[in-house]
């Protein structure tokens, strides 16, 4: 989450949503989710740019979406949210 959410250097945020979202595994996914609820402004649009970056392109991960369909039925609901905020941002790319 410290990666994630750091506030000194956004290109750090950026990488480690991508490589998570590359991973594209339920718990990666989920820590990007939380993330995204914890997220201030600018942290959420780099959060945004790693996981579209992981997305695009003939390399692009078909595993968010199903991992964003789990989280969708997480019993916490800051996982919920936030996996429904990546479903937003893929806007049917992936989720």
């Known amino acids: 989450m410290g990666l994630l959410l750091d506030a000194e250097d956004t290109a750090v945020t950026r990488q480690t ?3 998570l979202a590359r991973k594209g595994t339920v718990a990666a996914v989920r820590l990007i989710a939380l993330a995204v609820v914890e997220a201030d402004g600018n942290q959420a649009d780099w ?3 790693g996981v579209h970056d992981a997305l695009v392109g003939p ?13 969708a039925r997480n019993q916490e609901e800051a996982v919920r949210r936030g996996a429904a905020e990546i479903s937003a941002w893929t806007d049917g790319t992936s989720c």
């Not at 390399?59 to 964003?68: E, F, H, L, N, R």
């Open 17 to 19: 949503a991508e490589a």
């Open 47 to 49: 959060l945004q740019t």
């Open 59 to 71: 390399d692009g991960v078909q595993d968010v979406a199903a991992a964003c369909g789990k989280l």
